[in-house]
């Protein structure tokens, strides 16, 4: 026997039982976004690493340590691990932004090398929504006011919390890198190599370690709101004015700073304590300098990313209502000498007739049990069962999966209307 062939670890199957639940969350998060009148854009998985070396900060742990790149002849080319990039990326390419606003969203696979844990995959999904062209504070309030609706949507709004930081912009994070720096330079004893590298390259992302004592100490460190610049003041107290006039509860985190080099103003997260470690379902914020960046003329952005995997999971964890319904609505069992046919035809009638049903055929032989036995374990609520005599009467029997309905012979030229009547 030859030996089988593994998933590789880290990128994981959807099973047939596990995708009504990824439906119905893909489905809120696009009635969610098309309500707001955005649109879906789609772009590859594989883009030139160039790209996110430049986006992302090539001091990143996404670019220095996590990306899959490979060489295609002379050219270096990397898996995704993120969406903005590739959405800015095509929304230069093809002049979509050039004077002009654009709501976007996407929905789709990410990939980065890292130690797969629950909630964290080497391949994951997310979806994302980017805005160009406008540098108000009432679009970052409707990207959150947004995401609020759709946790309610998800029934998930009681057990997820909003954090809220700006981080100015880029001359007032320089000022405070100094400061911070300063600071963290009197306190080296309590760092690992990795933070000690950090505060070389990237000190900012220190404020959200996950070392205890560092962050004990990071209590006493310099604010980055006390360096913001009076643009980036007024913009984040407009957009909290904004949230609080709809009601939305945040709490201001100094230490929030996201771990993209991107960001500037404001940067936002949703975090829950339900799943553990793994906290984070949303997270996004404004990238005012990227289009420019990248080589496009200069436009505000602003965007946020959730996790697909983390959402599905908190839903689990805490929505005992969900709404799922069997793929199978309608079971046709048949059996006798030209039934097959009869039952073939009537099924294509009925999904012609009532194609927002799922009709399925039998198809496998066996006797009447082992068919209703496949009827029941597929969840459907009706079964249309011909035998020989049903098929010379021109009729059919319908019985109720369920219960509490008597099973009735009905004419054939009346099946559809009775089925309409029950859905």
């Known amino acids: ?19 009504p639940l990824w439906q119905w969350v893909e489905t809120q998060v696009r009635e969610v976004l098309n309500s707001y009148g955005y649109s879906e854009v789609r772009m590859p998985i594989v883009e030139s690493t160039p790209l996110f070396a430049r986006a992302i900060g090539e001091v990143t742990d996404v670019v220095s340590k996590e ?26 390419e093809h002049g979509w932004i050039y004077n002009n606003e654009q709501r976007l969203w996407y929905m789709g696979p990410m990939f980065r090398h890292e130690r797969p844990q629950k909630g964290r995959y080497r391949q994951f999904h997310q979806a994302g929504v980017e805005v160009f062209g406008i540098a108000n504070p009432e679009i970052d309030a409707e990207l959150i006011v947004l995401t609020a609706r759709l946790w309610k949507k998800l029934g998930i709004d009681q057990h997820v919390s ?105 940067v936002f997260e949703w975090v829950t304590s339900a799943l553990g470690a793994q906290g984070t379902v949303c997270g996004g914020g404004r990238y005012d300098g990227l289009v420019e960046q990248l080589g496009g003329h200069a436009a505000p952005g602003v965007g946020f990313a959730m996790g697909l995997e983390r959402l599905v999971l908190l839903v689990q ?34 999904r012609s007739a009532l194609p927002h049903l799922g009709t399925m055929l039998h198809c496998s032989g066996g006797n009447f049990k082992k068919q209703f036995r496949r009827a029941d374990k597929s969840g459907a609520t009706l079964a249309l069962v011909i035998g020989e005599s049903e098929m010379l009467n021109n009729q059919v029997v319908v019985k109720h999966l369920q219960g509490g309905v008597e099973q009735q012979t009905l004419d054939i030229e009346k099946v559809i209307d009775y089925i309409q009547s029950q859905f």
Request: charged content about 25%; proline content about 3%; some cysteine.
């Open 1 to 19: 026997m030859a030996k089988t062939i593994q998933a590789i670890r880290g990128m994981n199957d959807c099973s047939p039982t596990e995708s």
């Open 67 to 92: 990306m899959y790149t490979f060489w295609d002849n002379d050219e270096q080319l990397t898996l995704r691990p993120e969406g903005t990039a590739g959405c800015v990326r095509a929304a230069i």
């Open 317 to 350: 964890e805490v929505n005992a209502s969900i709404p799922l319904k069997s793929a199978v609505d309608i079971y046709l069992v048949y059996q006798g000498e030209g039934t097959a046919l009869a039952a073939f035809q009537l099924a294509e009638k009925i």
């Open 162 to 266: 909003l954090q809220l930081n700006s981080i100015g912009s880029l001359e007032a994070r320089a000022n405070y890198r100094s400061a911070l720096v300063a600071f963290l330079e009197q306190h080296q004893a309590l760092m690992s190599e990795e933070e000690k590298e950090r505060l070389i390259k990237n000190p900012l992302r220190i404020l959200d370690t996950k070392n205890q004592a560092l962050q004990q100490v990071l209590d006493d460190a310099p604010k980055l709101l006390d360096y913001l610049d009076d643009e980036s003041r007024e913009h984040f107290a407009q957009l909290c004015a904004l949230l609080d006039s709809v009601g939305i509860a945040y709490e201001i985190n100094p230490k929030l700073v996201r771990g993209l080099d991107y960001y500037n103003k404001t």
